[in-house]
C-alpha cells in the first residue's frame, strides 16, 4: 500500500542550514504515554532586594567591591571569570595527540535591573532597551581591544541551565579565538554568500515568512521563530531583517524593535507553562578585528530545556548524545504554541483577575 510522506507524522531528518548539521524528528512519538520523573516547581517568589544578593545595589561581592547604588543596568568585570586577559602566551602539542593552546579573553556580567525579583519578561521595553543599549556599548568597548576576535553575548536563566543567581542578569565573555559554532555558523554562511551573494538568513527568512508555519512574531525589524532545524522542544531564533553583522550597526529603532521582540517572546515562553521559562540564549555575530564578513548576519538563539511542563525537562542522552540530537513534537507544533500565547504576562493577568 502506498504512503505519502508527511513531516508532521513520518521519523525523518531535518538540516540545520546554519551548522550543516542534522536534526532526527520523531512526531509519532508523541503518542507515548509519559512516566517519567515530574518535579516540583520552585517558588519564585523572590523579594526586591535581597540583602545576601552580590547583583542588588549596594551590596558586597567576592571581590570585595561594593555595587554602585544603580538605578538601570549594571556592568563590571567577572569575579570568577572562565578567561583572564592576563593569560601568559603557550602552547602544547605531543605527536599531534595531546594539543592545547593558551587562551586569552575578557568576562564581563551585566545586571539587566536593580530589581532582584525582575526578568527580562517583566520588565518594560523602555527598560530592555537601556539593556540592548549596554550589549552595543560593551560590544564596541570590547571591540576596541585588537587581540580580541568574538565577542559572546548571552544569558543563562533559570537553576537548570545552571545559573548560579536568580538576580536578572547576562554575560559577555569575549576572547582571542573564534570559537566552534560561530566557525561553523562562518563557513556555512560563507559559502552560501559566495554562491549567492546574499545572505543566507535573509533568504531563510523570507522563505518562512511566505510559509508562515514557523513565525511566532515580527515588527518592523525582526523576526521571532523557531527554526525548521529545532533541536530543543520550544528553541527560536530572532533575525534581523536588516543585513547586518553584529549589534554595532544597529540604530535606535532597531535597537527598541529588539527589546519588543525579547520581552513578547520571553513573555510567551512564560506563560506556556506559567513558570518563570528557563533557557540559555546569545546572540551569533560576526567575529571582529579580523577583518570584513559580509556574509555574516546577526541573529539571537535561545534553547529552552521545558518539553511538556514546567516540571518536565528535555534531556540529551542515548542517541543523541551517540549519534545526533533527535525530537519529538515537531517545530510547526512547538511555533503554533507558542504563537497562541499572550503577550501579557501570565502574573499581570492573575492580578487583574
Not at 511566532?216 to 547586518?244: C, G, Q
Not at 521545558?306 to 548524545?321: D, I, N
Request: net charge negative.
Amino acid at each position: 500500500m502506498n504512503q505519502t510522506f508527511e513531516l508532521d507524522n513520518n521519523p525523518h531528518t531535518r538540516l540545520n542550514i546554519l551548522t550543516g548539521e542534522w536534526v532526527l524528528v520523531s512526531p509519532h512519538r508523541t503518542k507515548r504515554p509519559w512516566q517519567g520523573k515530574v518535579e516540583d516547581i520552585t517558588p519564585d517568589n523572590r523579594p526586591e532586594y535581597d540583602p545576601k544578593c552580590y547583583l542588588c545595589p549596594g551590596n558586597g561581592r567576592a571581590d570585595g567591591d561594593s555595587n554602585p547604588s544603580y538605578t538601570d543596568s549594571f556592568v563590571f568585570n567577572n569575579d570568577f571569570a572562565a578567561l583572564l586577559e592576563d593569560t601568559p602566551a603557550g602552547e602544547m602539542n605531543e605527536d599531534d595527540l595531546l594539543v592545547a593552546n593558551n587562551q586569552r579573553g575578557l568576562c564581563r556580567v551585566i545586571s539587566f535591573s536593580p530589581k532582584h525579583n525582575l526578568t527580562l519578561p517583566e520588565m518594560s521595553v523602555e527598560a530592555i532597551t537601556a539593556v540592548v543599549n549596554v550589549w552595543q556599548q560593551e560590544f564596541n568597548s570590547l571591540a576596541g581591544n585588537e587581540w580580541i576576535k568574538y565577542i559572546q553575548i548571552f544569558e543563562n536563566k533559570g537553576e537548570i541551565m545552571g545559573c548560579s543567581n536568580p538576580h536578572p542578569h547576562g554575560q559577555i565573555w569575549s576572547l582571542g579565538d573564534v570559537p566552534m559554532e560561530i566557525a561553523k555558523e562562518t563557513d556555512r554562511q560563507k559559502t552560501y554568500y559566495a554562491i549567492h551573494r546574499r545572505s543566507l538568513l535573509a533568504d531563510y527568512l523570507k522563505l518562512e515568512q511566505k510559509k508562515n508555519e514557523r513565525i511566532i512574531f515580527e515588527n518592523d525589524h525582526f523576526a521571532v521563530l523557531v527554526p525548521f532545524w529545532a533541536v530543543w522542544p520550544y528553541e527560536t531564533m530572532i533575525i534581523s531583517k536588516r543585513h547586518v553583522g553584529s549589534i554595532k550597526l544597529f540604530s535606535a529603532a532597531e535597537k527598541k524593535s529588539l527589546a519588543e521582540a525579547i520581552k513578547i517572546l520571553t513573555t510567551k515562553y512564560d506563560n506556556l507553562f506559567e513558570t518563570s521559562f528557563p533557557y540559555s540564549a546569545g546572540m551569533h555575530q560576526a567575529p571582529v578585528n579580523l577583518g570584513d564578513y559580509p556574509e555574516w548576519h546577526w541573529h539571537m538563539h535561545f534553547y529552552p530545556p521545558l518539553l511538556r511542563s514546567a516540571s518536565v525537562k528535555k534531556f540529551m542522552v542515548g542517541y543523541e548524545m551517540l549519534a545526533n540530537p533527535q525530537r519529538d513534537i515537531t517545530p510547526e507544533f512547538a511555533a503554533n504554541r507558542l504563537k497562541e500565547m499572550s503577550t501579557i504576562h501570565y502574573k499581570t493577568s492573575k492580578a487583574e483577575d
